[in-house]
């Protein structure tokens, strides 16, 4: 499919996407002088937040808990984290889709069986056992190694007894 977007040797194409779900209010927003088809609200706006969580992830998409709820019975998704986006004090589960539900292969299905095994290892602070089954998945799980890495830092510096296995974001 890359050979369709461009000339051999040229820079491979690729996107990331956020999605989130809510009101909004969308339209030509300003005066009859100057106004600008726009998108906003708080569902855009962690929408936008979004973005900069997924590089964090290395995933190419994301939706949040409210798109994951929505889409359910059309697709699958894998839980990827609980994060507090800058700007907002609830955190927001976020999910990675698979793709389309009764589609996804049995292989990508097992993956997501561990990953979520080791998910729920790290939230229960038992940080030695995450890294071995993150570790399994993280030569092509950019994702896996990203909480590879917390598991390492959590193991040399545990996090303290208020810690509430939410991450927190520090930059949009």
Known sequence: MQSEFGLPGAPIVSARIEINSGEMLVGNIGSRKRFNYTVMGDAVNLAARLEGVKKVYGTSTLVSNRTAELCRD???????????????????????????????????????????????????????????????????????????????????????????????????
């Not at 984290?81 to 097992?110: H, K, M, N, Y």
């Not at 570790?135 to 799980?141: K, P, R, S, V, Y």
């Not at 190694?145 to 991450?167: H, I, K, N, Q």
């Open 74 to 172: 059309s697709f699958e998704f894998r839980e990827i984290d609980r994060v507090r986006v800058v700007g907002r004090d609830t955190p927001v589960t976020i999910f990675e889709p698979l793709g389309a539900a009764g589609t996804i292969d049995q292989s990508v299905r097992q993956r997501a069986d561990v990953y979520s095994q080791a998910l729920e290892l790290f939230r229960a602070k038992q940080f030695g056992d995450a890294a071995e089954v993150f570790e399994t998945l993280a030569q092509d799980d950019d994702t896996a190694v990203a909480f590879l890495e917390r598991c390492v830092d959590f193991l040399a510096d545990p996090p303290g007894e208020d810690w509430d296995a939410v991450t927190d974001m520090t930059s949009k």
